[in-house]
């Protein structure tokens, strides 16, 4: 089983390996991360690159797609040959994923018209001008097309996706095997329970970037 | 504030980027990536590089170290060269941490001895051989030194650190700005919720590796 991650510029890192950490852990699964060039590719921070070991136009099929979001879907979304690639690949796979705002690169591939789906809290109608409804659920499935909610939220997506997969016997070993059992310190981890001050502590930080 | 990931051969990937992504977003963070040769060091799956962008002799203080662990590890404790230079940088830091079997290159650096500390819940005697007591919290601190249990629970503990370093406003802030509500579709993060059927399954898969 083929496991294909789509990197770009400034995309954010946890975006792509929580999902990358769980699937790779399926029986058979080889994952490859991928981007337009091969060679490292800087995450949001600039402090971190992940390696792209493929060009996007050497790989030609996958059976999972993930596509991970971040600043970089800025100018992502309108960087037509990976948006081509996404359309072209989707056609072919079983699953296609995605975390965060990397559901606004699936949405300009033309993939998310008149389907539910989700991204980061602070880019709803990013997500709703490519025809998507937003849903404030954390994985949201509509067929074979499944997006997670912000950066977290794709190690929930790709338990989710394991089990439907390989069974829920295998996605429980591979979730005892990373102990997620999470005991988050606070309860604040959306903007419902983080409350408005704490909301707009995020939005004036992420302004100021 | 300066942070420190020190990378090496066969580390786990999510160890290392669960508190990259908290810490981060820590006001006035600088976090960067080191290993004992700078340039691409891969991770257990062998299919993920992230960049080491310093040599560690490059690396002389950090105010935070964070050692993520990994099947890597077995190697990494008798890795004199890495586990003086935790010995040496320790001494300097405000706070030393580590993630799953990180936990063991603190101790084989000498850091956990008397200490209560945690790891991954399958190298329970490996850590205790350093002389350091397992504790079964999922986030274990003593004085400067914070260890975490498998994987995972590197995001757990950055948040507890984050809220330690910058206040709890601004760690709930973190949290919400990476979405951490954690809704995993089961219930089988520890050995105990797993259950011994799905714990053999991990425990088989990783005598294969």
């Not at 995309?11 to 769980?22: H, I, M, N, Q, R």
């Not at 792209?52 to 992502?76: F, I, M, N």
């Not at 499935?141 to 997969?165: E, F, H, N, R």
Request: hydrophobic share 45%; aromatic share 6%.
């Amino acid at each position: 089983m083929q496991v294909v991650v789509a990197l770009f510029d400034c995309f954010t890192a946890l975006d792509a390996v929580g999902p990358y950490e769980v699937l790779s852990r399926l029986p058979g699964a080889s994952v490859v991360f991928a981007a337009t060039t091969a060679g490292p590719v800087r995450t949001d921070t600039g402090s971190l690159a992940i390696v792209a070991d493929a060009a996007l136009s050497k790989v030609t099929s996958c059976d999972v797609l993930v596509v991970p979001g971040g600043p970089g879907t800025r100018a992502a979304v309108i960087d037509k040959a990976l948006v081509d690639w996404v359309a072209a690949t989707h056609a072919k796979t079983a699953w296609t994923t995605s975390v965060c705002t990397g559901s606004e690169i699936l949405g300009a591939a033309g993939l998310l018209n008149g389907l539910e789906a989700t991204t980061h809290w602070s880019r709803v109608a990013a997500l709703e001008s490519y025809g998507a409804t937003y849903s404030e659920r954390r994985v949201v499935q509509q067929g074979k097309i499944v997006t997670a909610a912000g950066v977290s939220a794709g190690i929930d997506m790709a338990l989710t996706l394991a089990g439907l997969i390989a069974g829920i016997e295998r996605a429980k070993a591979i979730q005892v095997g990373i102990e997620y059992d999470p005991q988050p310190p606070f309860d604040a981890g959306s903007v419902t329970k983080a409350g408005p001050e704490i909301v707009d502590l995020v939005l004036a930080r992420a302004t100021s970037r």
